[in-house]
């Protein structure tokens, strides 16, 4: 199978070759990130680049940070809740139950 693919490789041309000479060329940076759940991704930048602080750890999501001793704190929980979720927690079941009665009563009122 090894020799399948070098043929096909082969038959596409000169361009992908110059393609690759040329990353080869290009001076590349590789930043290590560890995520606080230990999972280290190394995402390479191009040399002149400053890497950036943080990094999404591709495993789980959680931001990665270049120290390993450190790795950044998962983000609280809160602001990735949904909109109703914030809701129910404000709002006792009582609260929901007499709004809830509320707007029925608008229903009714309504329709009377
Ligand atoms: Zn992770």
Request: aromatic share 6%.
């Amino acid at each position: 199978m090894v020799s399948g693919n070098a043929i096909r490789g082969s038959r596409v041309g000169a361009g992908p070759m110059r393609w690759s000479e040329r990353g080869e060329q290009a001076p590349r940076q590789e930043v290590t990130y560890w995520c606080a759940n230990g999972h280290v991704t190394q995402p390479s930048f191009a040399a002149d680049v400053q890497p950036p602080p943080l990094w999404d750890c591709p495993r789980c999501g959680l931001p990665a940070g270049p120290d390993e001793t450190a790795p950044p704190a998962p983000p609280r929980a809160e602001p990735y809740k949904t909109h109703l979720a914030y809701v129910k927690e404000r709002r006792s079941d009582a609260d929901g139950e007499a709004i809830l009665a509320e707007a029925l009563a608008k229903l009714r009122q309504r329709r009377a």
